[in-house]
């Protein structure tokens, strides 16, 4: 991967990362402009599509460990929030009424403050 490679594969993951830590009003118009709504399972797909890369931008000197650690975080819950007993969830209205997207908007602020984009 080259540099600006990386530094776009960033900008991608910045701007997933953006979207869970916006407030539900926000996450909602997004889902809408995507035509996914009421799922709200595109914030998480996305997330995990563009997480893969993360490796090779701690390689590159483009994050800093402490935010992979958030970013884990990030992932753990909403892998913790997955599966058919949570299915409810992933449906729009939760974004605002769950104390787990709270958690999720709360973990992805402190990703995007500590990041380190060079």
Excluded: C
């Amino acid at each position: 991967m080259t540099s600006e490679q990386a530094r776009s594969q960033l900008r991608s993951l910045v701007r997933t990362v953006e979207h869970l830590a916006e407030p539900a009003a926000a996450q909602v118009a997004y889902l809408r402009d995507l035509r996914t709504y009421p799922s709200a399972d595109e914030l998480a797909l996305e997330f995990d599509a563009m997480r893969r890369f993360v490796p090779e931008l701690a390689e590159s000197g483009l994050i800093t460990s402490s935010a992979i650690a958030i970013l884990d975080a990030i992932d753990e819950k909403l892998t913790d929030m997955s599966g058919r007993k949570n299915e409810d969830l992933w449906h729009a209205d939760s974004l605002e009424s769950s104390a787990d997207w709270k958690v999720v908007r709360t973990l992805s602020r402190d990703a995007l403050a500590r990041w380190k984009v060079s």
